[in-house]
Structures are given as C-alpha cells and as structure tokens.
C-alpha cells in the first residue's frame, strides 16, 4: 500500500509540474511503468469529467 502512495504522489506532483528530476529517475525504478500508466489514466479521467461538469453547469446557469 504505501508503494501504491508512493506512486500515487508522484503522478499527481507531475500533473501540477512540481516534480523534481531525481525523485522522477527514482519513480521509474522504483514503480513499474504500468502503475504509473494506469494511475494518470485514471487522473485524467477525473480531470476532465471535472471540467465537463463545471463547464456543464456552468452553461446551465
């Protein structure tokens, strides 16, 4: 479980920019490329439908 946070932090700091270059080179030994696939896929999603949905009631509106 905390592998999976570890992995976790370390997508989310990349999608707001703030990952530094040693802890992402540490990131890709130590989390398999997969994971790291898999969790910003799942991050994206999220994004998006976010905005679909702000967006969404915002014209409603």
Do not use: C, P, W
């Not at 707001?16 to 696939?37: M, P, W, Y």
């Amino acid at each position: 479980m905390n592998k999976f946070m570890s992995a976790l932090q370390s997508v989310f700091a990349a999608f707001f920019g703030v990952q530094s270059e040693n802890k992402r080179q540490a990131d890709f030994k130590e989390h398999s490329l997969s994971t790291i696939i898999v969790i910003a896929l799942i991050f994206f999603s999220l994004f998006v439908a976010a905005i679909y949905f702000t967006v969404s009631l915002v014209l409603n509106t």
